[in-house]
C-alpha cells in the first residue's frame, strides 16, 4: 500500500517509494488523493503485455531475488522510465539524477535544491537531497574525457549518482591523482577508487565476416565452432596454414590458425582469442542476420544461401554432392557443388540452407554479375577431421497465429534496422492479377513489408505495410512481372512469419 515519505536531516533523504500501481490515497481530511505520476505509471506497466519468461527466469538467476520480485521490478523500472524525464525537467537546474534500487527498483530523484523536494515526493518517488546537480558532475566527467590518454592506468570513470560524485577507477592511486589534476576537474566533485579492471573491446566471431591473414590476404569466416572451452571458426584451407595468425573485419588481432588442410581437402580452423566471441550466426549483409540452428545435410536440389565478404549474400540451389574440382594447385575431393556465385576473397564464407550450416566456401567459376558454380567443403567433415562442436544461434521460433490460409509461408529472423526479403532477392514471377501478403511479426516490434517490382534493373515499391505495428496486410492489384517482399525491422528484433498469394 501506498506510504506517507518524511524528509530526514542533512545532505542524505530517505523517502519511501510508491510500492504498487495506482491506488487512491487518503488525505488528512479522508478525500481521496489522485494516485501520483509514478503510481499511474506503474499501472499502466502493470497492465502491459507481460515480461518474457526468459526476463524473469534470468532476474531470478542472476540477481538472487524471487520471480514476484523481479516482475515487480520490471514494473517499477518501465514507469521509472515514463515518470523519470519529467521530473528532470521540472526540477531544471536542480536535477541531481534519477535511479532505481533495491531488489524490487525503488524508484530515487535526486535534488541540489531543497525546494524541489516536494515536486518530487508529489510525484511518487523517493528524494535525495544532495550537494552538487547533475550538471556540475558532467561537466567535472567531461573534462575527465578531454584529459583521456594522459594516462595508462587508469581505465575508467564515471557519474555515480548514488555517491553524487564523480569516480574515477585506478590500480595506482598516484596515477588518477595525475589524472586528475591533469584534466582540471574540480577535485571536490570527484573520488579516486582502488581498482584492478583492465577493460578491452570484445567482438563477435559472425559467418560471412572478412578475417585477414598474415600481412593481408583476406577470406570470409565460416562457422563458429569450439573445441572444449577454445572458441574459433571453421574456414576454407587455403586461406592459412596452421601458425597463421588473423585480424578480423576491423582489422583487430583475432586469433591463429590451429590446422589447415590444402588440397585434397580445403578446410581449416582458427582459434580466436579472449577479445573475440563466437556466434551462432550468419552475417546475411542486406538480408539481416541469420541464426544458425545445426548442421543437417540439405538434400540436392535444396535451396541455399551463401555469405562472404566480397559480394555478400547470394543465394541458389545444390546441384551436387561429393563432387570433386581441380584447381591449379591440385585436386579437392568431396565437395558440395552449387549455382551459387562467389567471387575472391568470399572464400572460406558460410553456405546455409534454412537455419542449418551446409559447407565453407572453396572455390569455383564466374562471378556474381553473370553468374557462376561454387564448390562448398562441407562442414560436417571439417567437425569431425578436428573434433569441433558447432555453434548454434538458439533461435527463436517465428509467430504461429498469423498469416494463415496463403499460398505461400516464409519465416525469419531479423535484428533492428535490417531488411530480409522472404521470397528472394531476384524475385519471382506473377501473372497479372491480385497479389496478397501478410505479415505476422514479434510482439512489441514494429516490423514493416514493401511489394517490389522489377523495371530494368530498378526495383520500385508498389505496395507496402508500413505502420508501427508488427503485423501488416495488404492487397496488390498489378500487371505481370518480377516481385519480390522485402520484410524491414523499423524496431525490435525477432522472428517473423509472410504469408504471400499470388496470381
Same mark, same amino acid.
Request: overall charge neutral.
Given at each position: ?73 520490471? @514494473? ?72 583521456? $590518454? ?21 590500480? &595506482? ?34 559467418? *560471412? &565476416?572478412?578475417?585477414? @591473414? ?24 587455403? +586461406? ?21 588442410? /590444402? ?25 539481416? @542476420? ?14 541455399? +544461401? %551463401? ?13 551436387? %554432392? ?23 576473397? &568470399?572464400?572460406? *564464407?558460410?553456405? @546455409? ?10 572455390? $569455383? ?8 558454380? =561454387? ?27 498469423? +498469416? ?28 497479372? $492479377? ?10 512489441? =516490434?514494429? /516490423? ?25 496486410? /495488404? ?10 517482399? %522485402? ?17
Amino acid at each position: 500500500m501506498l506510504r506517507r515519505s518524511a524528509v530526514t536531516a542533512g545532505f542524505a533523504l530517505a523517502l519511501t517509494l510508491v510500492a504498487t500501481p495506482a491506488i487512491a490515497q487518503t488525505g488528512p481530511g479522508g478525500e481521496t488523493a489522485a494516485p501520483t505520476a509514478f503510481a499511474q505509471a506503474q499501472a499502466q506497466a502493470a497492465a502491459a503485455a507481460q515480461p518474457a519468461p526468459a526476463m524473469i527466469e534470468g532476474l531470478t538467476r542472476d540477481l538472487g531475488i524471487t520471480a514476484e520480485q523481479a516482475a515487480t521490478r520490471l @514494473i517499477n523500472e518501465a514507469a521509472a522510465a515514463k515518470v523519470g524525464p519529467a521530473l528532470r525537467e521540472q526540477l531544471a537546474a536542480g536535477f541531481a539524477g534519477a535511479w532505481v534500487t533495491g531488489a524490487t527498483s525503488t524508484f530515487v530523484v535526486a535534488t541540489s535544491d531543497s525546494t524541489k523536494v516536494t515536486s518530487i515526493l508529489r510525484a511518487g518517488a523517493e528524494a535525495k537531497l544532495v550537494k552538487h546537480s547533475l550538471a556540475a558532475l558532467d561537466a567535472a566527467n567531461a573534462q575527465l574525457d578531454a584529459a583521456a $590518454g594522459t594516462s595508462k592506468s587508469v581505465p575508467s570513470w564515471y557519474v555515480d549518482l548514488q555517491s553524487n560524485s564523480v569516480v574515477v577507477l585506478a590500480a &595506482d592511486p598516484a596515477a588518477a591523482e595525475a589524472f586528475v589534476n591533469a584534466s582540471g576537474a574540480d577535485k571536490s566533485l570527484i573520488r579516486v577508487e582502488a581498482s584492478t579492471e583492465q577493460p578491452r573491446p570484445l567482438y563477435d566471431v559472425r559467418g *560471412g &565476416d572478412a578475417y585477414y @591473414i598474415g600481412s593481408g590476404s583476406r577470406c570470409s569466416v565460416g562457422f563458429s565452432v569450439t573445441r572444449g572451452t577454445q572458441g574459433g571458426f571453421a574456414s576454407a584451407g587455403h +586461406c592459412g596454414t596452421a601458425g597463421a595468425t588473423t585480424r578480423g573485419s576491423n582489422q583487430v588481432a583475432q586469433g591463429t590458425f590451429q590446422a589447415s588442410s /590444402f588440397p585434397g581437402n580445403d578446410y581449416s580452423w582458427v582459434a580466436v582469442n579472449s577479445n573475440w566471441t563466437p556466434t551462432g550466426v550468419v552475417n546475411g549483409y542486406t538480408n539481416g @542476420i541469420v541464426q544458425v540452428g545445426g548442421s543437417t545435410d540439405a538434400a540436392v536440389g535444396s535451396s541455399v +544461401c %551463401r555469405a562472404g565478404s566480397t559480394t555478400g549474400w547470394h543465394c541458389g540451389t545444390i546441384q551436387a %554432392r561429393n563432387a570433386s574440382v581441380t584447381y591449379p594447385e591440385g585436386t579437392i575431393t568431396g565437395l558440395i557443388r552449387t549455382s551459387v556465385c562467389a567471387e575472391p576473397g &568470399d572464400s572460406g *564464407g558460410s553456405l @546455409i540452407s534454412g537455419s542449418q550450416a551446409q559447407g565453407v566456401t572453396s572455390g $569455383g567459376s564466374g562471378n556474381c554479375t553473370s553468374g557462376g558454380t =561454387t564448390y562448398f567443403q562441407p562442414i560436417n567433415e571439417i567437425l569431425q577431421a578436428y573434433g569441433l562442436t558447432l555453434t548454434t544461434g538458439g533461435t527463436t521460433p517465428p509467430p504461429t497465429g498469423g +498469416c494463415t490460409g496463403y499460398q505461400n509461408t516464409y519465416t525469419g529472423t531479423l535484428t533492428s534496422n535490417q531488411s530480409a526479403y522472404a521470397t528472394s532477392s531476384t524475385g519471382y514471377s506473377a501473372a497479372a $492479377g491480385v497479389q496478397r501478403v501478410c505479415l505476422d511479426g514479434p510482439t512489441g =516490434t514494429d /516490423f514493416d513489408i514493401y511489394l517490389q517490382k522489377l523495371s530494368g534493373s530498378t526495383w520500385t515499391n508498389v505496395a507496402s505495410g508500413a505502420t508501427a505495428s508488427p503485423d501488416e496486410a /495488404f492487397t496488390y492489384t498489378g500487371t505481370a512481372g518480377t516481385y519480390r517482399v %522485402r520484410v524491414h525491422a523499423y524496431s525490435g528484433s525477432g522472428a517473423f512469419r509472410l504469408g504471400l498469394t499470388r496470381p
